[in-house]
């Protein structure tokens, strides 16, 4: 397992700014990734984080509206962009600790933004 | 891609009784089966898994069964406890990444 420290645990932003989260683990790992909650639903995988790559988009998601960095083995942040009342949501950063592709994930706490 | 189906979406149980979550999955090269518990306002918590090697898996109060041929796996919880109200989600592996179900409230009442 890891333990998983996101930040800020809670945000309330304003329509059209920006605001980033961080994401440190206590151990390095390869493979990291950001999950959105909506509220009431499942979770939907945004994006797969590896140090020293671009990270990689699922379909429905843009590096412009989510830009993350990756710029070390334990550490990741997320970045939602020009924020809409849309965008409220709970982010999940996870990481993979078993193994590339064991698919065993472990999450953070998660953030939970609301744009007003 | 991999589809998760997950049933019930609510389920209120009695204390002291069981809890049964089912899931069907849809790409038959899964092999990783995780369950999660959610409670307010936390991020959700690996409780058990299980590898397409396997049948059956336990832990303690809660166990998984796989059925690969039908692609469906459960999540059986046993003697309830209030505690064990959360929501639920299952998921499976496919191309190296999970795909969740949609997930269950699970209600115990004293």
């Known amino acids: 397992s890891a333990v998983i420290s996101q930040k800020p645990s809670r945000d309330i932003c304003q329509r059209g700014t920006s605001l980033t989260i961080q994401c440190q683990v206590d151990?390095?790992?390869?493979?990291m990734f950001w999950y959105r909650q909506q509220p009431g639903q499942s979770l939907t995988l945004i994006a797969t984080?590896?140090?020293?790559?671009?990270?990689?988009?699922e379909s429905g998601f843009v590096i412009d509206k989510f830009p993350i960095s990756r710029p070390n083995l334990t550490f990741s942040t997320l970045t939602v962009s020009n924020m809409s009342p849309e965008d409220s949501s709970i982010y999940l950063c996870?990481?993979?600790?078993?193994?590339?592709?064991?698919?065993?994930?472990?999450f953070g706490e998660g953030s939970r933004l609301t744009v007003l | 891609g991999e589809n998760v189906e997950q049933h019930p979406s609510t389920l209120s149980v009695q204390e002291g009784d069981s809890a049964v979550i089912k899931c069907t999955y849809s790409?038959?090269?899964?092999?990783?089966f995780p369950w999660y518990k959610q409670e307010l306002g936390k991020g959700p918590q690996l409780i058990i898994d299980?590898?397409?090697?396997?049948g059956e898996k336990k832990d303690q109060r809660i166990a998984v069964t796989l059925n690969k041929t039908a692609k469906h796996f459960s999540l059986h919880i046993t003697e309830t406890q209030p505690e064990d109200s959360a929501v639920y989600f299952c998921?499976?592996?496919?191309?190296?990444?999970?795909?969740f179900g949609a997930g269950t409230q699970v209600v115990v009442t004293p």
């Open positions: 299980i590898r397409s090697n396997v």
């Open positions: 998921a499976a592996n496919s191309w190296g990444k999970l795909q």
């Open positions: 996870s990481v993979e600790t078993s193994g590339i592709g064991s698919g065993e994930l472990f």
């Open positions: 151990s390095q790992v390869t493979m």
């Open positions: 790409d038959s090269a899964s092999n990783y």
């Open positions: 984080a590896n140090q020293g790559s671009e990270a990689t988009y």
